[in-house]
């Protein structure tokens, strides 16, 4: 299944609902553009939905990363919502669970920015 | 080749890992391992498979990938060869400490060593060999039972 995106806006926060597979060639390339799209049209509030997310891989893994660093590196905010098991136990493993903001409760995270 | 390996050639792309990441999840499930267990090993080839195809054979068309599956009856021994220039596995650091943890790639070896019993890593002349090792039985089949 590859990977499907759609944009939101809630109270000044994006919301990005993504699905599918964030793996090297597929995904991550799709990620990488949508990112970079909303911060060069000024969006620095993002929250990365990736409820239905199936699958990452450690090129996905590094995308969120780059997602990550490029926002900061802007002055905004990109935090993580409805992680999987599977993504989590990987953001775990690769300790970078202390690195994302991660919330579960979609209204929260929205709030959470500042 | 006996009845319990198996081979594939394979072009240096990402159908390949694709595939090569699909036929792991195939054979971990038929030799017995659980959901979980599945998913942690064809991750780790699907890691392999991408530094195959894009670190060491770099696309090129010329290069093949070779995955073989091996069931020993006591581990699945899965092994990853590609045609590349070779790898140094010391130039590749800790992508969990403090200075790498925001880098963008490093983190294929690491994920494969977490998810397997073993992993070594062999230069050829030329290419590297990955060799990748998950016990049947033990604490890392059934994590849970250990744990009792």
């Known amino acids: 299944m590859s990977m499907k995106s759609s944009i939101r806006q809630v109270n000044g926060i994006t919301i990005v609902d993504l ?10 390339v799709l990620v990488r553009d949508m990112v970079r799209d909303l911060v060069t049209k000024g969006q620095r509030k993002i ?24 926002v900061r590196n802007q ?3 990109l935090k993580l919502l409805n992680l999987t098991k599977k993504v989590h136990d990987l953001l775990q493993i690769t300790k970078l669970y202390t690195v994302f903001d991660v919330k579960d ?10 | 080749m006996t009845a319990n390996r198996v081979s594939y050639t394979l072009e240096s792309s990402l159908q390949s890992v694709n595939m090569a990441e699909e036929t792991a999840q195939l054979i971990a499930a038929k030799a017995g391992f659980d959901e979980d267990n599945c998913v942690r090993i064809s991750m ?14 770099a696309y090129d068309p010329r290069k093949k990938m070779t995955v073989a599956f091996e069931n020993t009856g006591r581990a699945l021994v899965i092994t990853v060869t590609d045609e590349g220039g070779g790898m140094d596995v ?5 992508p969990t400490t403090p200075e790498n943890l925001l880098k963008q790639s490093g983190r294929g070896i690491f994920l494969m060593r977490s998810f397997m019993d073993e992993v070594r890593i ?16 033990g604490p ?9």
């Open chain 2, 90 to 94: 010391n130039s590749v650091p800790d």
């Open chain 2, 122 to 137: 062999r230069l050829l002349a030329p290419g590297t060999e990955v060799t990748m090792v998950k016990n049947v039985s």
């Open chain 1, 19 to 28: 699905s599918g597979r964030i793996t090297l060639g597929e995904g991550s």
């Open chain 1, 105 to 114: 409760d979609e209204a929260a995270a929205v709030a959470a920015f500042k």
């Open chain 1, 75 to 77: 002055g905004g905010d």
């Open chain 2, 140 to 148: 890392a089949a059934h994590p849970k039972e250990a744990s009792k």
């Open chain 2, 44 to 57: 780790a080839v699907r890691e392999a498979a991408v530094n195959a195809v894009l670190h060491g054979n």
């Open chain 1, 47 to 70: 929250l990365l939905n990736l409820g239905d997310v199936t699958y990452i891989d450690s090129s996905g893994i590094g995308e969120l990363v780059s997602a990550f660093t490029t």
